[in-house]
């Protein structure tokens, strides 16, 4: 299957710093990025949806300027955690979906997630 | 949007049993169902995945089936092995033209199989 790296991997920062993670889809071309967002022993809550060359979508309730995502390559997507907190110390996911415009539904490949930790 | 249950959240079967995941979900247009195998402080792997063109989709132990009128999918674990022990996610998605296809996920199953 398609390999999606992300990094880093685990990140450790003080109160009001900005935290940059990056998405990369390895092997193929991803239009779509989707960015989630992980508590301890809960399922995976979609973020917003990073589209290559545009603005990201963002889900109800997540603050768009405080989760900067930025999309610039077909093989890229960035989040940026700007001024974090302690709550939001979490496992962020991406993933990626194959390019495929007749696409019905399209699979997604996981990256391995961050483990953010704001002390 | 799109609303997907899932039962049980805790799931406890000996070693060789079978194991039945069941989920719902409230938008008709949803047409993918994956699902997925979560391990501690791992990614999600998806282990099978079903369109709503077909309603039942098998791969070794393990089968989903989907119930459209109902909406209902299920996940079923044949011949459970200690390896199956991890949280398993269903999602939900529907049809979505030139962009992504957002995934709901379901609020995940721990599954332990005891030897």
């Known amino acids: 299957g398609a390999v999606v790296s992300q990094h880093p991997s685990r990140v450790i920062c003080k109160s009001g710093t900005s935290v940059k993670i990056e998405c990369r889809s390895l092997d193929f071309q991803a239009?779509?990025?989707?960015?989630?967002?992980?508590?301890?022993?809960?399922?995976?809550m979609l973020m917003a949806t990073s589209n290559e060359g545009s603005k990201a979508?963002?889900?109800?309730?997540?603050e768009k300027d405080k989760?900067?995502?930025?999309?610039a390559s077909l093989t890229l997507s960035?989040?940026?955690?700007?001024?974090?907190h302690p709550e939001d110390s979490s496992f962020y996911i991406c993933s990626a979906r194959l390019?495929?415009?007749?696409?019905?539904?399209?699979?997604?490949?996981f990256g391995p997630g961050t483990r953010l930790t704001v002390l | 949007g799109e609303n997907v249950e899932q039962h049980p959240s805790t799931l406890s079967v000996q070693e060789g049993d079978s194991a039945v995941i069941k989920c719902t979900y409230s938008d008709s247009a949803s047409n993918y169902f994956p699902w997925y195998k979560q391990e501690l402080g791992k990614r999600?792997?998806?282990i099978i995945d079903i369109r709503s063109n077909v309603g039942e989709k098998k791969d070794q132990r393990i089968a989903v089936t989907l119930n459209k009128t109902a909406k209902h999918f299920s996940l079923h674990i044949t011949e459970t092995q200690p390896e199956d022990s991890a949280v398993y996610f269903c999602a939900a998605s529907p049809p979505v033209t030139?962009?992504?296809?957002?995934?709901?996920?379901?609020t995940g199953t721990q599954l332990k199989v005891e030897l």
Not at chain 1, 57 to 62: A, F, L
């Open chain 1, 57 to 62: 979508t963002y889900e109800q309730g997540v």
């Open chain 2, 44 to 46: 999600p792997q998806l």
């Open chain 1, 78 to 84: 960035t989040l940026t955690v700007t001024s974090a």
């Open chain 1, 67 to 71: 989760f900067l995502i930025n999309h």
């Open chain 1, 99 to 109: 390019f495929d415009e007749m696409a019905v539904g399209g699979e997604q490949f």
């Open chain 2, 98 to 106: 030139g962009g992504g296809n957002k995934l709901t996920f379901g």
């Open chain 1, 31 to 44: 239009t779509t990025m989707f960015w989630y967002r992980q508590f301890p022993k809960k399922s995976l």
